[in-house]
């Protein structure tokens, strides 16, 4: 069984991020407490947070940014946000093989069993297990539940690929999300987007921040946060979905900063199925769907 440590204190800022960073660092990946483990030794690993507060500043400026009404109650995708560190905590961590740097989010699940009050405590676990196979690397699901009064009240499995070596095993198909519908309406993103979000989420990952530090890791300018993209497309349906649903996504192409895209939402029965798309060519930035839970 996984042992499960507590992640004490305010987690994240730049101590975070270069904790995150020196893995992928030649020659200092190799000192003592930055050094990580062997891809085949590694079992699973859990962080948990406790009492975390929905607070009503924070998700007052969340619920703004994702374009979210202000309600009395955390928007759909808001607990993420208290997750995201137990995230880098357990990237960040030595038993944790592989480095922060290139993680790339690929797909995210989100179950809400209910409605979370703004200004309610919250308890928050974030697991991984074993690496499963890919056919460009190793996929990893970081599955996180989110806790109130004893009682499950959101629940989350975000799905990171990390290309290099396949783990050994068939590679298990991805999230298929077909028949989605296209065009709609078209919303223009500012170059600023990326860095407002990291201020709202704690994400502040250099490939979303400013063209330099995008392209130092290989794009050639500023991309939008994947759970901007799904937090934006469930805000504008959201009010449209009932308290307890699943919303599944699979984010595919990057949305550079600044940049117009499509939001396309169609619903059959109590189902919904939308898109992100490139008001250019129709290629999907998101493709996601939505059941009640």
């Not at 009404?69 to 997750?83: E, I, N």
């Amino acid at each position: 069984m996984t042992e499960t440590k507590t992640l004490a204190g305010e987690p994240g800022g730049l101590s975070t991020l270069v904790k995150a960073a020196l893995p992928a660092l030649p020659g200092v990946n190799r000192l003592p407490g930055v050094r990580k483990g062997r891809p085949d030794d590694f079992t699973g690993l859990a962080f948990s947070r406790e009492a975390v507060l929905a607070e009503r500043a924070r998700v007052d400026a969340y619920a703004a940014v994702c374009g979210f009404p202000r309600k009395d109650v955390v928007p759909l995708t808001y607990p993420h946000l208290l997750a995201f560190p137990l995230h880098m905590a357990i990237m960040s961590d030595p038993a944790f093989p592989y480095p922060a740097i290139g993680m790339v989010h690929v797909e995210n699940t989100i179950t809400a069993h209910g409605a979370i009050g703004v200004g309610e405590a919250l308890d928050v676990t974030t697991s991984v297990g074993a690496p499963r196979p890919h056919a460009r690397g190793v996929l990893l699901d970081f599955v996180t539940t989110v806790t109130a009064d004893g009682a499950t009240a959101w629940e989350s499995t975000s799905t990171y690929l990390r290309r290099g070596r396949p783990a050994d095993g068939e590679p298990a198909p991805g999230l298929a999300i077909v028949d989605t519908p296209t065009g709609g309406i078209e919303w223009r993103l500012p170059a600023d987007l990326g860095r407002t979000y990291a201020a709202v989420s704690g994400d502040a990952n250099p490939i979303h921040l400013y063209p330099l530090t995008a392209k130092a890791l290989g794009f050639p300018r500023q991309i939008a946060h994947g759970m901007w993209t799904k937090a934006r497309s469930v805000a504008a349906i959201e009010n449209r979905l009932p308290e307890a649903v699943t919303v599944e996504v699979a984010f595919k192409k990057p949305v550079f900063l600044p940049g117009t895209v499509a939001f396309a939402a169609r619903r059959d029965d109590e189902r919904w199925t939308f898109a992100m798309t490139s008001p250019k060519d129709g290629s999907p930035h998101l493709l996601g769907r939505t059941t009640p839970a």
